[in-house]
């Protein structure tokens, strides 16, 4: 069987294999793409929240920095996806509120609201009075907030149409199989074998396959760190045309120590989320998780459970070890890596696609890129940096 070869071969179709393969077909590269099911994966399950501040933990301003950049792009990306291929995006510039709902919560906000300003970044300290001010429904006992003018959201199952629909536009070819084994020779990475038994050549190899990036049978140990599956469950009520708009912005708190986040969309959908397990690659959706995230939910905005719940659902985030990308060339030449996103697949999606697409266009590893080079977890780098202290 003769086989198919193409400049660029994109392992996974989520959305950051598609982002990619999208963006280094317009560099004039010949790209193909192999995934059973192009546009699935954990952004059908996705809440879509662009939150690069409010998601904000301390010793993470590397990838503050890249959400950052990626929610800079966004717009532009989202409206160039329309124009692309006539579909919307579901891109809405929403803003954020952030709350606490106890004393506690308010201090860990407040330190928060104190951390983001030494970065320089805009968030506004508002009391609860304002809160309610501009959300409504949130229950009378909310204490304070951060408002976050900055993040937004979008839709990511729409955004998955999209994409897929822009590289089929775009040229990109895409084989609707699973990769079953990376295929290596004189010591590169020359392609894949499909689950058919189709051989597939590239002159580089992008490894986008999320959690399961690193248990592709062929690949070399110690090439990529494990990304382990984190479960995440998700829910989605929807609000009737007389009780819009239910919420106007993105709403996120601490309930009990569990983070919680709603997302209104503009068709009236009300997304919940989202749990987050160490249960391997279970997707099962349990009474106890939507209890959770009712309970919370209720918590925050007591009117929600008046709305019927419409769908259920659950997805696997990709954690690296130091639950941050992992973007660029590997330790085997020719294999290129995009995944490891954990949390924020959605909103680096745009920064991904064009980081990896210059560095395949060029050579050349890309500054923004260089913090969440997959090599970082590699025994010489370790040993390098213990050397230096």
Known sequence: MARSHSDVLVV??????????????????????????????????AAGMLAPVTELQYGEEPLLRLGMASNERY??????????????????????????????????????????????????????????????????????????TGDHQVDGRRLA?????????????????????LLVEDGRAAGVRTDGGEELAGDRVVLAAGCRSHLLPGLPEGVLPPVRPVKGQVLRLQVPPAYRPFLSRNVRAVVRGQHIYLVPRADGELVI????????????????????????AHELVPGLTELPLVETGAGLRPGSPDNAPLIGPTALPGLVAATGHYRNGVLLT?????????????????ELAAP?????????????????C
């Open 12 to 45: 996974g179709g989520g959305i950051i294999g598609l982002g990619v393969a999208w963006r280094a077909a317009q560099r004039g590269l010949a790209v193909a793409l192999v995934d059973p099911v192009p546009g699935g994966g954990a952004a059908q399950v």
């Open 75 to 148: 717009q532009a990306f989202a409206a160039e996806l329309t124009e692309a291929t006539g579909l919307d995006t579901g891109y809405r510039r929403t803003g954020t509120l952030a709350v606490a709902l106890d004393a506690d919560d308010r201090e860990e906000l407040r330190e928060l609201h104190a951390f983001q300003g030494r970065l320089g970044l805009d968030s506004q300290w508002l009391t609860g009075r304002e809160c309610r001010r501009l959300e409504p429904m949130l229950a009378p006992g909310v204490r304070g907030g951060l408002l976050v």
């Open 161 to 181: 149409r999209a994409l897929v629909a822009a590289c089929e536009r775009a040229g990109v070819v895409l084989h609707r199989a699973s990769a079953a084994e």
């Open 273 to 296: 989320g989202a749990t987050s397990e160490e249960q391997g690659f279970d997707t099962t959706v349990t009474a106890g998780g939507v209890y959770e995230l009712l309970r919370d």
């Open 350 to 366: 745009p920064v991904t696609a064009d980081l990896v697409g210059e560095y395949l266009a060029t050579g050349r590893v890309p």
């Open 372 to 388: 969440f080079s997959p090599e970082r977890f590699s025994p010489d780098r370790f040993q390098s940096k213990a050397l230096a």
